[in-house]
């Protein structure tokens, strides 16, 4: 299993637009056979960071949903909104191995 670890730096005026954003994604990913874990939105602390979890069970299979995701019309449709909205700044992307016991 690998997850994906993002980071977003958000525009903290924006913040509405980036979980309508995030609300996007959560079921596109479970759709081409990911599972996501949510995103987490400020709280406590700074105000402009927000993380999502999401795996998928190797490396192999992200790569198919990044490929598959790029033609499909409700992806493109939530980069799109992205655009529209400019809702985040800028993410980092990594990859983690999760042990569980």
Not at 27 to 43: A, K, N, Q
Not at 47 to 58: G, K
Not at 71 to 87: F, G, K, L, N, V
């Amino acid at each position: 299993m690998i997850t994906c670890y993002l980071r977003y730096v958000l525009d903290p005026a924006k913040l509405a637009e980036f979980e309508t954003y995030a609300r996007m994604w959560i079921p596109l990913v479970e759709r081409f056979g990911g599972t996501h874990h949510g995103y987490f939105l400020p709280g406590e602390g700074p105000s402009n960071i927000a993380l999502a979890l999401f795996s998928f069970p190797s490396l192999a299979e992200y790569e198919t949903y990044r490929r598959r995701a790029a033609d499909d019309p409700d992806c493109q449709a939530a980069m799109r909104y992205y655009e529209d909205t400019r809702c985040f700044l800028s993410y980092e992307r990594s990859f983690y191995r999760p042990v569980f016991e």
